[in-house]
């Protein structure tokens, strides 16, 4: 049950938005259990100067062709997990959209299944609350 927020570059074109768009997907799919129906996203394709990003940081060369990726799951996927995720997500993108490995950047955030609601006000995943 993830929440997939993508921000591009104003550089890349509809079609490699849709690219990268379904590399994540796919990745999600492939390596962190999630359901092939299980989508939810937003992709912003922005303007170069409303994306900041560090060109060298950690020693990674980037281009002006930033891809960010934030991914928002429940907790409880093991590290090698959440590896195979980066490396998928960026073998992804790479093939399909054409997108340069360091140009990626993924940024997992954790949170309980209480902190979800998919519609009508309910926490459908959390367990009712017992009246007292």
């Given at each position: 049950?993830?929440?997939v927020?993508?921000f591009?570059?104003?550089?890349?074109d509809?079609?490699?938005?849709?690219?990268?768009?379904?590399?994540?997907?796919?990745?999600?799919?492939?390596?962190?259990?999630?359901?092939?129906?299980?989508?939810?996203e937003?992709?912003?394709?922005?303007?170069?100067?409303?994306?900041?990003?560090?060109?060298?940081?950690?020693?990674?060369?980037?281009?002006?062709?930033?891809?960010?990726?934030?991914?928002?799951?429940?907790?409880?996927?093991?590290?090698?997990?959440?590896?195979?995720?980066?490396?998928?997500?960026?073998?992804?993108?790479?093939?399909?959209?054409?997108?340069?490995?360091?140009?990626?950047?993924?940024?997992?955030?954790?949170?309980?299944?209480?902190?979800?609601?998919?519609?009508?006000?309910?926490?459908?995943?959390?367990?009712?609350?017992?009246?007292?």
């Amino acid at each position: 049950m993830p929440f997939v927020q993508i921000f591009v570059s104003g550089r890349f074109d509809e079609a490699r938005v849709g690219a990268i768009s379904e590399g994540v997907q796919r990745a999600l799919v492939a390596t962190v259990d999630v359901p092939p129906d299980d989508r939810f996203e937003v992709v912003c394709r922005s303007e170069d100067a409303r994306l900041v990003w560090d060109r060298r940081f950690l020693g990674v060369e980037r281009s002006d062709e930033a891809v960010f990726v934030h991914v928002t799951l429940s907790a409880g996927r093991d590290d090698e997990k959440k590896r195979a995720l980066y490396r998928t997500i960026v073998e992804n993108l790479s093939s399909t959209a054409h997108v340069r490995p360091a140009d990626v950047l993924i940024v997992l955030s954790e949170t309980t299944r209480v902190n979800w609601s998919f519609g009508n006000g309910e926490a459908q995943y959390a367990p009712a609350a017992v009246p007292a």
